[in-house]
């Protein structure tokens, strides 16, 4: 196989999760493993929460929700509420909310029709736009009376900030404030505002044995406001191996496009990660990698399948290995990495192809 690896440190995730459940006071944690737990593994992340005590998860939709709930059979899974946050679209997905008890959250009262007809009687979250202008109920006090008509049940009502990283946008305080009024006029068991910069940017106010919070970005290591750190530790650390090391002369070009050149005789590594994996091409001459014997930079395009690194020969072989991001002393961290390639850690995580092994660490280095 190809020496690329994507090694996941439970751990660190574990870790992560209590430094959240501190931050969030009274409040339930529900933990977003959406999008294949960020990219880092579905079952083996949600195992790890759960074992810290995690009842509650988001995912991306049913079919998501169907797998962690089947993953989760042996741990009384009927007692953990698995939220599916793009709702349902078609009867199928009805169906699979059905049978394998996922809270769908709701936006469009077409969805409540599906959900009649597929005879559903379980629980459910409503949506509310209150600023971010994505998705949401228009009418929330309608919506709740005409699931009350029904035998469905309403878990609570959600919302999403905007601007949560930026605590001093003027939106901020406006979704705050609209949401607390749409509290005021319903009756939810629970309510639902604040992500991994909410929490961060907005504790006090997150706070509440009646509050849900939605803890994503901040599970997985990246801290959601670098300006306000909370102590967390990177989970997901991206490396590959040197494949090959060939010499060039003063002169010589490297990679599509011929981007770079040798200003003096040195030597090239090539390593086996590309833009296929998951690498950003934005990396091109900018990106480095920590190894062993300090920083290499990223010389040439990164290519589908490989990247190249200006090396000094005398220190490098065939065969070891190089990290891109991650968790060992030294390594670039994700945030570093996704603003160079003018992104976000979460498209950095998220983007980290299938075809990339993954590996899980538990505390003490031990490899699952």
């Known amino acids: 196989m190809r020496p690329i690896f994507a090694t996941i440190h439970l ?14 006071g009274d409040s339930q944690m529900m933990a977003v493993v959406k999008a294949n737990a960020y990219g880092h593994g579905l079952l083996p992340v949600s195992e790890t929460l759960f074992a810290q005590g995690c009842r509650s998860f988001a995912v991306t ?33 009805a169906d699979l909310c059905q049978r394998f008890l996922l809270s769908p959250v709701l936006s469009e009262r077409s969805q409540l029709s599906l959900l009649n007809a597929a005879n559903f009687s379980g629980n459910v979250w409503i949506k509310v736009d209150t600023g971010m202008h994505r998705i949401g109920a228009e009418d929330v006090t309608s919506f709740c009376q005409a699931i009350s008509e029904t035998p469905i049940k309403l878990a609570g009502i959600m919302s999403h900030l905007a601007c949560a990283d930026t605590p001093d946008h003027d939106l901020n305080q406006q979704q705050i404030q609209s949401f607390e009024a749409i509290q005021q006029i319903t009756n ?20 509440s044995t009646n509050i849900t ?10 801290e959601p406001m670098m300006e306000k750190p909370l102590g ?6 991206l490396s590959a191996n040197i494949i090959q090391i060939r010499p060039i002369e003063a002169g010589d070009c490297v990679s599509y496009g011929a981007t770079w050149q ?17 690498l950003p091409r934005l990396l091109s001459n900018q990106g480095w990698v920590k190894h062993h014997s300090g920083r290499l930079p990223i010389v040439g395009r990164v290519c589908m399948d490989y990247c190249l690194l200006a090396v000094d020969a005398s220190q490098v072989k065939t065969g070891e290995s190089v990290i891109f991001f991650g968790f060992d002393h030294g390594a670039p961290l994700a945030n570093d990495v996704a603003e160079l390639a003018q992104t976000i850690a979460y498209e950095l995580f998220t983007s980290i192809s299938p075809r990339v092994q993954r590996l899980y660490l538990e505390d003490g280095g031990h490899r699952r």
């Open 11 to 24: 751990g660190h995730l574990a870790h992560n999760y209590q430094v959240m459940k501190s931050q969030a």
């Open 61 to 93: 939709d049913a079919l998501e929700g169907k797998i962690l709930r089947e993953g989760l059979r042996s741990k009384d899974s009927e007692h953990i509420e698995i939220a599916v946050l793009s709702g349902i679209f078609d009867p199928e997905d």
């Open 188 to 207: 939810s068991p629970r309510y639902s505002l604040h992500n991994s910069a909410g929490l961060a940017a907005f504790k006090a106010g997150a706070s």
């Open 213 to 222: 919070v939605r803890p994503g970005l901040a599970l997985y290591g990246a």
């Open 232 to 237: 967390l530790k990177p989970v997901m650390q």
């Open 262 to 278: 040798a200003e003096t005789p040195t030597h090239i590594a090539v390593v086996a990660a590309g833009y296929a994996d998951g």
